[in-house]
C-alpha cells in the first residue's frame, strides 16, 4: 500500500516538474524574445523564472534520492558485506538528517520570508522558500 502511495506521488511530481520546466522554457523564452526582439523586457519574466526553477531544483533532488539518481562515490571496498551494510545505513542516516534540516530550517526561512513581496508579481516571497520544506519530507 505504501510503495503504491509512494509510486502515484512520484509519478505526479514527475508530470508536475515537466508541466513546470515546460512552463519555465516559455518564460525564459518569452523574455528573451521581448528583450531582444521587442526592445520592451518584461519584469515579471525574470520572476516566474525564478520561481519555477527554485520550485524545480529542490522537488527535483527530493524525486532524484528516491530513485538513487545522485552521485556515489565507492572509497572503501563494497565487496566486504559489513561495508556495504555501514555505507547504506551512513547514506540512510544522513538523507534523513538533511529531510529533517530542510524541513525545520526551511520552514523558518519561508515564515520569515513570508512579510517579503515579489514586487511584479505581488505575491508573499513565501511561495518561492516553501519549496524549501515542502522537499525536506
Do not use: N
Not at 502511495?5 to 523574455?31: H, P, S
Not at 526582439?37 to 518584461?42: F, V
Amino acid at each position: 500500500m505504501l510503495t503504491r502511495l509512494c509510486d502515484w506521488a512520484a509519478e505526479a511530481l514527475r508530470v508536475f516538474a515537466w508541466v513546470t520546466f515546460a512552463a519555465l522554457i516559455i518564460t525564459v523564452g518569452l523574455q528573451v524574445l521581448a528583450r531582444d526582439l521587442l526592445h520592451a523586457p518584461m519584469i515579471w519574466t525574470g520572476d516566474v523564472a525564478q520561481l519555477l526553477f527554485t520550485w524545480l531544483i529542490f522537488l527535483g533532488a527530493a524525486a532524484g534520492l528516491r530513485v538513487g539518481a545522485h552521485y556515489t562515490v565507492d572509497l572503501l571496498p563494497m565487496h566486504r558485506r559489513f561495508v556495504k551494510v555501514a555505507t547504506d545505513w551512513t547514506g540512510f542516516l544522513s538523507g534523513v538528517l538533511v529531510a529533517a534540516l530542510l524541513l525545520r530550517f526551511g520552514w523558518e526561512l519561508a515564515a520569515i520570508r513570508s512579510t517579503a513581496v515579489i514586487q511584479s508579481l505581488g505575491i508573499s516571497r513565501f511561495w518561492m522558500f516553501l519549496s524549501i520544506p515542502v522537499s525536506g519530507p
